[in-house]
């Protein structure tokens, strides 16, 4: 069952879940990045992903929750609107 992530801090502290991926997150800024850590691979559509400040509000947080679940984060993010 997928993690139930409510805020930033708890998102930053599943920065090393996944074996592919590992996320960069500024919890004062409120956003982040999902990298690979596949140093190989030279596309930029597929090494970063942004975390804007808006993940968390309204429909944001369902695509940002599968966005990671690609990425191997068994999470789900919460709502904030």
């Known amino acids: 069952m ?6 930033w ?3 930053n502290a599943c ?13 004062d800024g409120e956003n982040g990045y999902i990298c690979t850590k596949d140093n190989t691979d030279t596309r930029t559509d597929t ?12 429909r944001n ?13 068994d999470i789900e ?3 904030w609107g």
């Open 2 to 7: 997928a993690k139930l992530i409510t805020n």
């Open 9 to 11: 801090k708890e998102l």
């Open 15 to 27: 920065a090393e879940m996944p074996n592919t991926h590992y996320l960069k997150i500024d919890e």
């Open 47 to 58: 090494r970063k992903y942004y975390l804007s400040t808006h993940t968390f509000y309204e």
């Open 61 to 73: 947080h369902k695509f940002s929750t599968e966005l990671l679940k690609e990425c191997g984060f």
């Open 77 to 79: 993010l919460q709502s």
